[in-house]
Nanobody, 123 residues
Framework: EVQLVESGGGLVQPGGSLRLSCAAS????????MSWVRQAPGKGLEWVAA????????YYPDSVKGRFTISRDNAKNTLYLQINSLKTEDTAVYYC????????????????RGQGTQVTVSS
């Protein structure tokens, strides 16, 4: 059974940092591209980062480039998202998902995704 379990979310002040983790099991994690997607309150899904299976290539939208860093530890079957200089607009539920294009047409396009972890940025 495929499982993706996110952790590391919480309440943080603007300007702070968080590292999200996603523990994967039940599939060949090291072969799969992986992504992070977020959904802010009342808004649609937004892709924020992707990484190839070997971890050598990363991809970001311009909106988060320079603040978000995706990485992976294939020995631990774990995906990470480091978020720095947090802004109130980063408040969202963050999901990890398989694939490099986890959203298409505003909808999930991923075979698997986790349940999400809440990130709240507030003073």
């Amino acid at each position: 059974e495929v499982q993706l379990v996110e952790s590391g979310g919480g309440l943080v002040q603007p300007g702070g940092s968080l590292r999200l983790s996603c523990a994967a099991s039940g599939f060949t994690f090291w072969l799969d591209d992986m992504s992070w997607v977020r959904q802010a309150p009342g808004k649609g899904l937004e892709w924020v980062a992707a990484i190839n299976g070997g971890g050598s290539s990363t991809y970001y939208p311009d909106s988060v480039k320079g603040r978000f860093t995706i990485s992976r530890d294939n020995a631990k079957n774990t995906l990470y998202l480091q978020i720095n200089s947090l802004k109130t607009e980063d408040t969202a539920v963050y999901y990890c998902a398989t694939g490099r294009v986890p959203i298409r047409g505003g909808r999930w396009n991923s075979n698997y995704r986790g349940q999400g972890t809440q990130v709240t940025v507030s003073s």
